[in-house]
């Protein structure tokens, strides 16, 4: 069976799902397809706390900051859904971007200050610092799960066609407005449990491949594109030992001497519900996403719990929920949004393209139109970083 669209989204993650909000609101005649169910665990979109971490300085990065700002609150007024708290987000360590970070966002009119020790303890004692805390109480927690569905729920009410257990299974280019998608329906709820399929191709004017962990294996022959690695990510949820302790968002970079078994910066949040997220960052095991065992390394599991019991006092490092996520990392953690001829790619999030969400796909939406994105997320751009 073969039908046509103007513009076919593949994959109904958090990026997907921003392009064809963005799209629908323009008029575009969008087709979102995304092979697993709603709510599914097997790519990065999922699970119930982000962090919106304003700490950047690239100019780039801090604008697309406050425009995604603005556009959370629109999806939240759209959808009448709660989706970004502002918690304010304490980063301390040894990081030498910390001062222009602070310039960067206080000249972008973006709150940002340095509090002492002894200051951010007395108002965090969940936590222990050993170094100044750079603060930006305007950074908070996005609830992933709620924005992956208000996304495409607000698409739909713009008239967006989102199918979920569609599996594409060919991108081909057959001339500059024309791409034919092959994909069958599937009842799959994980890349390995078995299903029954028919196979059908949608002819599109334009296609947008936000396929995140999987968009090496959909691009092949489409578009050169950078070197993307995918990883299993294991942050976990710790218990908090009282209730009543008012937490931040937290980043932590280490310093020399005593970090020897910290495997790289920690991030983390309160979860309501599920108690405090901690996770290492971009050093999970590379792995086929199709052949994934989500669970937890042992090592790098325990060298969280000793991270816990010696940095989060508030929390009971012998209780812990580990949780198990992909992490599609570019060679220099820049995002991929381009395109080429009728088709645009969203791609590389890095571990920190959920805060991003709507601004990326706005962007998107733009060069479906021909609008370019900046350089720095170029095809081009990201192979050379490959080297
Ligand atoms: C543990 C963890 C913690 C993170 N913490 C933060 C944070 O604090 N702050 C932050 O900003 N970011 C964070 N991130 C990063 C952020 O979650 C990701 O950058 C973002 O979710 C990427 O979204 P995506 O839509 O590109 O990918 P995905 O959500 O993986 O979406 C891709 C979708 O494509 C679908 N798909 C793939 N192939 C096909 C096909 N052939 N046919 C149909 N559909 C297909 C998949 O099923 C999937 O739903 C974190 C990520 C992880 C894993």
Not at 53 to 68: C, F, G, I, K, T
Not at 359 to 366: E, I, Y
């Amino acid at each position: 069976m073969s039908e046509r669209a103007d513009v076919v989204v593949i994959g109904g993650g958090a990026i997907g799902s921003a392009a064809a909000w963005h799209l629908a609101e323009r008029g575009r005649g969008v087709v979102l397809l995304e092979r697993f169910t709603p709510g599914h665990k097997n790519g990065a979109s999922h699970g119930s706390s982000r962090n919106f971490n304003q700490a950047y300085s690239d100019p780039h990065y801090v604008a697309m900051l406050r425009e995604s700002l603005t556009l959370w609150r629109q999806l939240e007024a759209e959808t009448g859904q709660s989706l970004l708290e502002t918690t304010g987000i304490a980063n301390h360590g040894v990081n030498p971007a910390f001062d222009a970070v602070h310039e960067a966002l206080n000249s972008a009119g973006i709150p940002a200050e340095f509090l002492s020790t002894v200051e951010a303890g007395r108002r965090w004692p969940g936590i222990r610092f050993d170094t100044r805390v750079l603060f930006t109480p305007e950074s908070g927690r996005l609830n992933a799960d709620r924005s992956v569905a208000a996304l495409q729920a607000a698409a739909a009410s713009r008239g967006a066609d989102v199918r979920h257990g569609v599996r594409v299974t060919g991108v081909r280019v057959l001339g500059d407005d024309e791409v034919a998608v092959t994909f069958s329906g599937t009842t799959a709820t994980s890349p390995t449990s078995s299903s029954s399929t028919t196979t059908s191709t949608v002819i599109a004017r334009r296609v947008v491949v936000t396929a995140g962990a999987w968009t090496e294996s959909l691009l092949a022959g489409v578009s050169r594109h950078p070197r993307l690695v995918v990883t299993q990510e294991q942050p976990a949820h710790f218990a908090v030992r009282d209730g009543s302790v008012e937490w931040p968002g937290f980043n932590h970079t280490p310093g020399s001497g005593g970090y020897d078994y910290w495997y790289s910066s920690v991030y983390g949040m309160f979860t309501p519900g599920e108690g405090v997220k901690a996770g290492w960052h971009g050093v999970g095991p590379v792995v086929h996403p199709d052949e994934r065992d989500f669970a937890a390394e042992p090592e790098q599991l325990a060298a969280l719990r000793r991270y816990a019991s010696e940095w989060l006092p508030g929390v009971d490092a012998d209780r812990l929920t580990p949780i198990s996520c992909t992490y599609t990392t570019t060679p220099d953690s820049n995002f991929v949004i381009d395109a080429v001829g009728p088709v645009t790619v969203g791609a590389g999030f890095s571990g920190h393209g959920f805060k991003f969400t709507p601004v990326v796909g706005r962007m998107l939406a733009d060069l479906v139109a021909g609008v370019p994105a900046p350089a720095l997320f170029s095809l081009a751009a990201a192979r050379r970083a490959g080297g």
